[in-house]
């Protein structure tokens, strides 16, 4: 992190506010249509065959185990599904827009526990912090990944970085094991997300963040290695955790650091950001593959990042339609709407953009 200390910088006020005609042009459009902007029966199929996979790919893999070429198969599928809820189901409960009861936006949001992951320490980095201050270094948890990569400008050089583009995806077959054994952990104990304090936790908050853990280490760690033997799980565990880890990352990492994609500094001494909160979106985040169905499927409509960032709290079910308004109203404020057509082209412009952070700064 290039500050320690750095304090959370302001959105400037717009007279004419970029955000608020494209809510009233979205807004207008689903109340024409007479949507809600909530998730619909799509939606909660999805997450009815999603979530039924991963329970039984569980049990057919720990109680049924087939033989190894096949369980092997079976574990990619299960960190595939891992990675599905946390994109169909997890994500759109905990921006409140998988339902529009509160008490099924909180259970969808919950299947994060299924992971072993914690609800409340992803809530602040990803929903108070990330969709806040977007690419903003010292800020946004999602672009620290310490010593080991160098994801912004105004982060420090290191040797070790000119191969970044080279060894990024070993990094990011790890997200998800460091993520369960080591940073929920960082944040609880240092109460602290990066420089940011945590929001004091109830005492509810504090038992299900360890019911979680106790749960995890039971059903992914002990059953597994008591039902199926030491090797048999650690090569199981790895290959599910690794392929999980790896697609979890590189759908965020295409969203935010592609060519194209801007990390803004605060002025200062305003501390304040060059452009309102909607433009900062914008040039913060990139689409990509958005005419691919199954894509937009299995990722949960997160190839449609823009639409997500200026509209979380609508479902992405409803992203494909309001991609096409979002569009219109960037071309009528002059603003580049960052797309790539495919997902290969995304990886490519990914890994264009770690090579020219991983050459020094001419002034570092």
């Given at each position: 992190?290039?500050?320690?200390?750095?304090?959370?910088?302001k959105?400037?006020?717009?007279?004419k506010?970029l955000?608020a005609?494209l809510?009233?042009r979205v807004?207008?459009y689903l109340?024409?249509?007479?949507?809600?902007?909530t998730?619909?029966?799509?939606l909660?199929s999805?997450a009815?065959?999603l979530?039924?996979l991963?329970?039984?790919?569980?049990?057919h893999?720990v109680?049924?185990t087939?033989?190894v070429f096949?369980?092997?198969?079976e574990?990619?599928?299960?960190?595939?599904?891992?990675?599905?809820?946390g994109?169909?189901?997890?994500?759109d409960?905990?921006?409140?827009?998988?339902s529009?009861y509160?008490?099924?936006?909180?259970l969808?949001?919950s299947?994060?526990?299924?992971l072993?992951?914690?609800?409340?320490?992803?809530?602040?980095k990803?929903?108070?912090?990330?969709?806040?201050?977007t690419?903003?270094d010292?800020v946004?948890?999602?672009?620290?990944?310490?010593?080991?990569?160098r994801?912004?400008?105004?982060?420090?050089h290191?040797?070790?970085?000119?191969?970044?583009h080279?060894?990024f995806w070993?990094?990011y077959?790890?997200?998800?094991?460091?993520?369960i054994?080591?940073t929920?952990?960082k944040?609880?104990?240092?109460?602290?997300?990066?420089?940011v304090?945590l929001?004091?936790m109830?005492?509810?908050?504090?038992i299900e963040?360890?019911?979680?853990k106790?749960?995890?280490?039971a059903?992914?760690i002990?059953?597994p290695?008591?039902?199926?033997?030491?090797?048999s799980?650690l090569?199981?565990f790895?290959?599910?955790?690794?392929f999980?880890?790896f697609?979890?990352?590189?759908?965020?990492q295409?969203a935010?650091?592609?060519d194209g994609?801007?990390?803004p500094?605060?002025?200062?001494?305003?501390?304040?950001?060059?452009?309102?909160?909607?433009?900062?979106q914008i040039?913060t985040t990139a689409n990509f593959?958005t005419k691919?169905?199954l894509?937009?499927w299995?990722?949960?409509?997160?190839n449609?990042?823009?639409?997500?960032?200026?509209f979380p709290?609508?479902?992405?079910?409803?992203?494909?339609?309001?991609?096409?308004?979002?569009?219109?109203?960037?071309m009528?404020?002059k603003?580049k709407y960052?797309e790539?057509?495919t997902?290969?082209s995304?990886?490519?412009?990914?890994v264009?953009?770690?090579?020219s952070?991983?050459?020094?700064?001419?002034?570092?």
């Amino acid at each position: 992190m290039s500050n320690p200390n750095i304090a959370t910088p302001k959105f400037p006020v717009m007279a004419k506010s970029l955000h608020a005609e494209l809510k009233r042009r979205v807004n207008e459009y689903l109340s024409d249509h007479s949507i809600k902007s909530t998730g619909n029966y799509k939606l909660f199929s999805k997450a009815i065959i999603l979530l039924s996979l991963f329970v039984a790919t569980y049990i057919h893999l720990v109680f049924f185990t087939p033989p190894v070429f096949y369980a092997i198969a079976e574990c990619v599928l299960f960190g595939g599904l891992i990675a599905a809820i946390g994109f169909n189901v997890m994500h759109d409960g905990s921006h409140g827009s998988f339902s529009k009861y509160p008490w099924l936006n909180k259970l969808a949001s919950s299947s994060i526990s299924v992971l072993g992951a914690s609800r409340f320490m992803w809530g602040m980095k990803h929903v108070t912090l990330h969709h806040t201050f977007t690419n903003i270094d010292g800020v946004d948890d999602d672009i620290e990944v310490g010593v080991f990569m160098r994801m912004a400008p105004t982060q420090k050089h290191y040797l070790l970085h000119r191969f970044q583009h080279v060894y990024f995806w070993v990094l990011y077959c790890l997200l998800y094991i460091f993520w369960i054994f080591f940073t929920d952990y960082k944040k609880y104990f240092s109460q602290k997300i990066g420089s940011v304090p945590l929001k004091k936790m109830t005492i509810g908050e504090h038992i299900e963040f360890w019911v979680v853990k106790v749960y995890h280490a039971a059903v992914f760690i002990i059953i597994p290695v008591y039902m199926l033997g030491w090797t048999s799980w650690l090569v199981g565990f790895l290959v599910t955790t690794c392929f999980a880890g790896f697609i979890l990352s590189i759908v965020f990492q295409l969203a935010h650091t592609v060519d194209g994609t801007e990390f803004p500094v605060a002025i200062q001494p305003e501390n304040k950001m060059p452009d309102e909160f909607a433009a900062h979106q914008i040039h913060t985040t990139a689409n990509f593959a958005t005419k691919s169905k199954l894509v937009s499927w299995l990722v949960g409509g997160l190839n449609f990042q823009i639409e997500h960032h200026l509209f979380p709290k609508v479902s992405h079910v409803h992203y494909p339609a309001i991609s096409k308004i979002v569009k219109q109203t960037c071309m009528d404020f002059k603003l580049k709407y960052i797309e790539y057509p495919t997902v290969v082209s995304a990886i490519k412009a990914h890994v264009n953009y770690l090579k020219s952070m991983s050459k020094k700064p001419a002034m570092a």
